[in-house]
């Protein structure tokens, strides 16, 4: 499991002085981009291919409140990736200093290319770097139809 610490600052804290849901969304997105850096995932190679990481959704469930003076981990699983890589999915747990899970989100992405600004499947260095990756247990491949779960658009909205 890849870990990433963090030091709760100032600018990470809410009106009610504890860490706020911007902040979650940030660790995870840095947590995120470190791993996939490990990987051979970085400016440069992205660039090369004219790609970049677009997200979907997080959804967070917040489990108990975590206040600056200790420091955070934010883990990394690795849930799901259609077969060309287009999509992916991860989870992110937040461990406090003691250990104790206080939070967790549900992610999914996808990779677009740049210049034509539609999403596209992966390079096959990529796929490889993939292929290398932990898979949690209840790892799944993804389709299109997995990424329309939540596409329904409510009625009552104009």
Known sequence: MFLKQFEIRWS??????????????????????????????????????????VVFYEHVYYFKEVFPGRPVQV??????????????EFQHDFYDADGKNFARCEMMGA?????????????Q????????????????????ADTRKYAKIPKDLP
């Open 111 to 123: 990779w677009m290319d740049l210049s034509t600004r539609k999403l596209t499947a992966l390079p």
């Open 75 to 88: 883990s990394l699983g690795f849930k799901g990736m259609s077969e060309d890589g287009m999509f992916f």
């Open 12 to 53: 990470d804290l809410d009106a009610n002085r504890h860490l706020a849901n911007s902040a979650y969304i940030n660790f995870m997105s840095h947590t995120r981009m470190a791993y996939l850096n490990q990987l051979g995932f970085n400016q440069k190679t992205m660039a090369h291919h004219s790609i970049g990481p």
């Open 125 to 144: 260095e990529f796929l490889d770097a993939f292929d290398r990756m932990e898979k949690q247990a209840d790892f799944k491949t993804l389709t299109k």
